[in-house]
């Protein structure tokens, strides 16, 4: 299964994508996560890709895109692969398109996350990442049971950088002014299915892969 996810920041991607790679075995390849990774280990791609991501900017596309090709070629994606976060414009869905052409693995669907721009604001302001497992929460409608501590691995919570109020306001702007028009793309092309991303985990899950059948 070659798969994208497409929604805006704050549907549940991410949650999404462990459950969609574990069920399809594939791997989850999330743009984001590679760039944080490399903020946190003070890399030059991370120190590159801060200053963006901090503000809600798209990192360019002649760094992300290098990337992702890259991430591409590790055996682990060779049956398939989940992209999270990629593409997030109409030149990274042209060069991805060309990639996959070139290598003669054609994309099987993309699945696209609908919520409202208000459930959005609510999800984001709230959430809440674990330094040390990276497992998110919400500080409202997920509390933990020790204010700051994550249930899972007892690590300390932290609010990301740019789920702060302004910086989701811009986030917001690029999704639908950038990585909206990929939606119409993929919906020419055959590929597009769409769910609500309202509900439980578990439920939202099961609509996807029932979608993906
Ligand atoms: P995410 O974790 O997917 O919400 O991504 C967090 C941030 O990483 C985004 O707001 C961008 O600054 C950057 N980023 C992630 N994926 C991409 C991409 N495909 N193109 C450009 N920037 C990206």
Partial sequence: MRLILVGPPGAGKGTQAVQLASHFSIPHISTGDIFRLNIKGETELGILAKSFMDAGNLVPDSVTNDMVAERLT?????????????PRNIGQADFLKAVLEK?????DAVLE????????????????VCRSCGATSHAIFEAPKVEGTCDLCAGELY????????VIANRLAVYHEKTEPIISYYRDTGLLKSIS??????????????ALK
């Fill in 197 to 210: 991303a309202v509900g439980e985990v578990a439920d939202i899950a099961a609509r996807a892969i029932a």
């Fill in 159 to 166: 609010q990301r950088q740019d789920d702060s109020e302004s």
């Fill in 103 to 107: 290598a003669a693995t054609p994309l």
């Fill in 74 to 86: 590790h055996e682990d994606a060779e049956n398939g692969f989940l992209l999270d976060g990629y």
């Fill in 113 to 128: 996350f609908l919520l409202e721009n208000s459930e959005i604001i609510k999800r984001l302001s709230g959430r809440r």
